[in-house]
């Protein structure tokens, strides 16, 4: 790929010698779980969110499950997430016991839609779920407003947004718990898998720092029936390295996603581009999504990729239409993400792009539309 959709490894040459350093660090010290870079990027990482506390486990699953077995949600209970996201969301749900119940999206910020879970609220709904889609922050004023009155306890999907800002405050500072994903292609994103609970809640954080260590703070004696989900100390030391450059690189993302704005504005009339919501200070663009409005989606993919053009589909299928879920709804159920799930296309976008390839990929796209017109 000349472009592809994600570019690792140019950013491991940008920060070669420090990760290098850092890893060795650690392989010397032979300090391999819950070392020393694990407590120090928790609490960078906190002071990053702005939150009390931060425990790092060892994905963004892990982070909405152990999220809800100490939050006492389990068989029986309800959750409440979007028909739209990775399917993550809704397995964190199943593994702690409880049962996903879906709601449609906003058509233009393709999360949350407030109306639609209030159609679906039924009995049993102990907690819902808002997802940070694609790096913009979903309507929290909202939800916060829903889950008050119906008293139910949120929990932030921020597995796409490390660092958003919705005019109200920072993205995870909101629910009881917000978990985070370091899976590599994140904006902060580890050599392996990784996650973290973000919270301010000091007796919650005391829970699942014991649920991520086989229930255990005292070697050898263990409180309750815990799990093995730490995030792992070479992980650590990778993200200590890269959250010094968060900031930088998500102000590049929203740079080069105005530039794929203004290449892409002649040939609006086919595309959707992404909105940025009412609501959204910052969005860090994890993802930029068009929309195709008449296009071919997959000879526009093909077409793509023969020039050498990474492009994604996140996600193709809704939750409700996976064959691992097939009680959450039929088809025609949530009529926005389906149709949205058909349409959208994902460009290139990382941080060390160019803005020449931006330029490269908008080019590509315009002829791909019309040469696939549908
Ligand atoms: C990546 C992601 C997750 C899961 O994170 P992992 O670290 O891969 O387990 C959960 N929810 C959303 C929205 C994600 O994008």
Known sequence: MKIPLVDLQSQYRSLQADIDAALLSVVRRADFVLGREVTQFEEAFARFIGVRHCIGVGSGTDALFLSLRALGIGAGDKVLIPANTFIATALAVSDAGATPVLCDVDPDSYTLDIASAERALISGVKAIIPVHLYGQPADMEGIQHFANK?????????????????????????????????????????????????????????????????????????????????????????????????????????????????????????????????????????????????ADRDRVIQHLHNQGIGAGIHYPVPIHLQEAYPNLGAPGSFPVAERKANQILSLPLYPEMTSEQVKTVAIALGNALRLAPG
């Open 150 to 294: 119906h008293g139910l306890i949120v929990i932030e999907d921020a597995a796409q947004a490390h660092g958003a800002v919705h005019r109200l405050g920072r993205v995870g500072t909101f629910g009881r718990a917000s978990a985070f994903s370091f899976y590599p292609g994140k904006n902060l994103g580890a050599y392996g898998d990784g996650g973290a609970i973000c919270t301010n809640d000091d007796r919650l954080a005391e829970q699942i720092r014991l649920l991520r260590n086989w229930g255990s703070t005292v070697k050898y004696i263990h409180r309750v029936q815990g799990y093995n989900s730490r995030l792992d100390t070479l992980q650590a030391a990778v993200l200590l390295v890269k959250l010094q450059h968060l900031h930088d690189w998500n102000q590049r993302r929203r740079e080069l996603a105005g530039q794929y704005r203004e290449a892409l504005h002649c040939v609006s009339d086919q595309l959707v581009l992404p909105k940025e919501a009412s609501w959204c200070r910052e969005h860090i663009y994890h993802l930029f999504v068009v929309s195709l409005r008449f």
